[in-house]
Structures are given as structure tokens and as C-alpha cells.
């Protein structure tokens, strides 16, 4: 895997491990990055292992950001909140077809994180993208035991601070501010 693409897994997974150990009482920290799975995890409490992914705006955002760019494009490619919802449902189903076996029979079942890098993302999209997942996607799987969208916002306290919102959708929805 290239260094600079894994120190952005890396990183994902760190701010990831932050908000999901305060909000479940855990102690993971990456303990190796074999890819697949992007990340091995453990604590006092047991292993686990976590694959990652991002989903964008629009295919320029997508290319702006991997450039490193700090615009936010004009245009956005879901023509609705429902194309938006499918937009997610595909990048799930995609991760829900790879082959994690090697990862489930060393650490068990493992943590989907899906980043959303969407500024028109809000609160109000919640619930009604988790109803949309859970009607139209068979969230139940043999690899996963849960399922995780992160949100970033910046908020200014002090200065500029960011802080994700977390919103558990598998087995049961759990949001985490």
C-alpha cells in the first residue's frame, strides 16, 4: 500500500477511534494496517478490525479533496436526498461483497466506517437515511457487527475545533455527538 494513503487510513482511523472509544467506553488503538482490512485494533477488552471508506458530494469534490484542495465544489451529483441515500447504500453494498475471511477468523466479526465528506450532510439526515439503509439494504452480514457514518463539523470553541458525529446504523441506530 502506498505510505501516504495509508497514513490517511491511518489518520481516519485514529479520529474514528477517538469519538467511538469515548462513546463505548473502549481503549482500541491500531496495533497494524494489513489492508484488507484497513486496520487491526485491540484493547484490554479484545481485537477487533475495522475497513474504511469515504463517500463525497460529487466525483469533483472526490478529485479536489484527493489533490488536497480545500474548495467545495459547486456542483453536487445526487439530484435528491433519495439519490443521495442510494449513493451510500452502494458504497455499503460494495464493501458488504469483498472477502474479509482471513480478518473474521483472526479477530472475529469487525467495524464498517463510512466518512461522509458531504457539507450538505446534516442532522436532519439521520434518521431519515438510516430508515432508507434499513428498508433497502440487508444490513446483516457475516463480516460486520457494526456499521458507523461519521459527519465531521467544525465548531468554534477557542478557535476552530473539528468533531465528528457518529451515527451507529448496525445493529440499532446510535447517534453520538
Known sequence: MAVDKQRD????????????????HRSL???DQPDPPDAFCEDSIGRVWIE??????SKEQSRIIEAGQLQVPDQHDYQDR????????????????????RALSTHGRGILVLFLRIPSFTEED?????????????????????????????????????????????PSLHIVE
Open 9 to 24: 487510513e491511518r489518520h481516519r482511523l485514529e479520529e474514528f477511534l477517538l469519538v467511538y472509544n469515548q462513546a463505548y
Open 29 to 31: 488503538r491500531i496495533t
Open 52 to 57: 474504511e471508506t469515504r463517500v463525497h458530494e
Open 82 to 101: 433519495t439519490s443521495f441515500y442510494e449513493a451510500i447504500k452502494l458504497v455499503i453494498e460494495r464493501k458488504l461483497g469483498k472477502d474479509y475471511t
Open 126 to 170: 439521520y434518521q431519515p437515511l438510516v430508515q432508507y439503509l434499513q428498508k433497502n439494504l440487508k444490513l446483516e452480514n457475516e463480516y460486520f457487527k457494526e456499521i458507523f457514518l461519521l459527519r465531521r463539523s467544525v465548531v468554534a470553541r477557542q478557535g476552530l475545533k473539528t468533531y465528528w458525529g457518529i451515527i451507529r446504523v448496525y
